[in-house]
């Protein structure tokens, strides 16, 4: 029997994504309990994560996405009623009701949307190591060489500073011991080797990997301004969630660097946001599309990360939404954190798909009037099983549903639909020009030329370096960790704004000594320095 229209509109504690025997909603307060969305390509995946974005939009949450087809562009643009959209609707009793959503495309490559930019620094040791594909000797060479650059003051912000740092560090044969004296270099070769052999050879192996991320286009990643993620906890004017949308069609080309960034992103959030506990609705939604990608091939240590962060982040009002062909592509550790389920159709042709089959069917909870795993290969496009968590956060009983239609255009938009979009954007020009600071490059070529101040990382490092002593031990973050340490992140983030009031009051008065610019960033660096990350620890 048809509802009327408001029973089935979204409210402020929930979304409506669809109707069978009974109507499926997603519910605000629990969405930041993560979730999962699978099916065989063409069953509608994109489709159901559209729907979900809208909904989270309208209840003004943020979100952000992956576009790896350039599909979900679609939805910063009216929808159109055509004939299949508008039966849809009124097989569920709804009047389609054209809509758009207020959109920000991003770009790695900063061809399609506003460049994505990260330091290396920021990158870390694990993961720059998991996006080269090295092994246990070459990411503990690439861990001494970031321990050299904290402690010599050697900020890593580019390629070229990380590939002029591991030059540094290699043994030089052709120089002889008592020529040290006369060798600029002397000293950081020195400090490697006092963390254990750094070979040429295992040198030579990195820059080598380093150049194929080069070739893949990860030069243009990592450089400054770096990206702030507050830029993606925007709403409209009228109060909606903005929808940014990251162009991942030509990154998804180096799967690693897809699913290494993705999982940068996540630790900074993690990082950045304070504990929020369980919101009325969350802070921001994250869609992490091939998420198979993330958990190929990683090691242990990564996978252990992974879910510290899948787990933890839900404090910080963060849902993070998977988006996969098959629910055994993710780890049961993860798969267990994820309670909110769409379950498009699977075909079972091969006996891995049938074991993706009856591992799908037993995540959910049984619903005596379905025969979960049958149906699953029975499901036409559009249509979907779904639990969505209920009450005191219990999944509700599986249920067949038609997946209501979105309101946004369905499909990719035109190339000058999206340049309008970009020229009205919020973060226009913040991020369109790379700036090339002075860093470890700049500071290596000095000494070779023998023009290089003091390091920054000695005792009596400035005001800096005071200030990273305090922190240091005010906090207990004076404890290395392979990245730059307070004061050198201080030095370093000149050009970064403060995020956490925790230091405010501080650096409203550094601010006054030092300099707007410079204070400002001084508070960032503090609470970074003091919070840090799961992946940096």
Do not use: C
């Not at 044969?173 to 002397?186: F, I, Q, V």
């Not at 940068?264 to 992490?288: I, R």
């Not at 099983?385 to 979105?406: A, D, H, K, Q, W």
């Not at 290395?480 to 995020?499: E, F, H």
Request: aromatic share 6%; glycine share 10%.
């Amino acid at each position: 029997m048809a509802t009327s229209d408001n029973k089935l509109a979204d409210t402020d504690e929930k979304i409506f994504i669809g109707k069978g025997d009974e109507t499926a909603w997603l519910t605000l307060a629990l969405a930041n309990r993560h979730g999962l969305v699978t099916g065989a390509t063409g069953t509608g995946k994109t489709v159901s994560l559209q729907v979900m974005a809208e909904g989270f939009a309208r209840a003004g949450v943020p979100v952000f996405a992956a576009d790896i087809k350039g599909d979900l562009s679609g939805i910063s643009e009216v929808g159109e009623a055509k004939d299949f959209i508008v039966k849809r609707a009124k097989e569920m009793g709804l009047t389609f009701q054209p809509d758009q959503f207020s959109t920000i495309f991003w770009d790695v490559f900063g061809e399609q949307g506003h460049p994505v930019r990260a330091t290396v620094t920021e990158m870390g040791p694990l993961l720059l190591s998991r996006m080269l594909d090295l092994n246990d000797v070459q990411e503990g060479v690439l861990n001494v060489a970031f321990r050299v650059a904290d402690e010599n003051g050697l900020a890593l912000i580019d390629m070229k500073d990380l590939r002029a740092l591991l030059d540094a560090i290699a043994p030089d044969g052709s120089k002889k011991a008592a020529d040290d004296e006369e060798d600029a270099l002397a000293a950081l070769r020195k400090a490697a080797q006092s963390y254990g052999n750094v070979s040429k050879a295992t040198v030579g192996t990195i820059q080598r990997q380093l150049l194929v991320l080069e070739n893949q286009g990860g030069t243009k990643f990592f450089g400054e301004p770096a990206l702030s993620l507050k830029d993606f906890m925007r709403t409209d004017r009228d109060g909606r969630g903005m929808v940014n949308i990251l162009v991942a069609d030509k990154l998804m080309q180096s799967p690693r660097l897809y699913a290494t960034f993705l999982l940068w992103m996540l630790s900074e959030l993690f990082e950045e946001l304070p504990e929020a506990g369980d919101l009325p609705k969350p802070k921001l939604v994250f869609f992490f599309d091939e998420a198979h990608l993330l958990f190929n091939d990683a090691p242990k240590a990564l996978m252990d990360k992974i879910e510290q962060v899948v787990r933890l982040i839900r404090s910080k009002g963060v849902g993070v939404y998977f988006v996969t062909q098959n629910p055994i592509d993710v780890p049961d550790k993860v798969l267990a954190q994820l309670g909110n389920r769409v379950q498009h159709a699977l075909r079972a042709f091969t006996p891995r798909d049938q074991k993706a089959v009856a591992a799908a069917a037993e995540t959910f909870r049984p619903n005596p009037k379905l025969n979960t795993a049958r149906v699953i290969m029975e499901l036409g496009k559009g249509e979907a099983l779904v639990s969505f968590l209920e009450g005191g956060g219990t999944p509700s009983m599986v249920e067949r549903i038609l997946v209501r239609p979105p309101s946004a255009r369905i499909g990719p938009i035109t190339p000058e639909e999206r340049k309008a979009i970009m020229d009205a954007s919020p973060v226009k020009g913040k991020y369109d020009t790379a700036i090339d600071a002075e860093s470890a490059y700049e500071i290596i070529q000095k000494r070779l030329a023998g023009t290089a101040a003091p390091a920054e990382g000695t005792e009596d490092g400035g005001i800096l370096g005071h200030i990273g002593a305090i922190a240091g031990a005010i906090f207990g973050t004076n404890v290395k960790r392979g990245r730059l340490s307070t004061g050198q992140l201080i030095a370093r983030n000149v050009t970064r704004s403060v995020t956490n009031k925790v230091v405010g009051g501080v650096v409203a008065d550094l601010g006054k000594s030092v300099g707007g610019s410079i204070g400002g960033s001084i508070g960032r660096s503090l609470v970074r320095g003091a919070l840090g990350g799961l992946l940096r620890r």
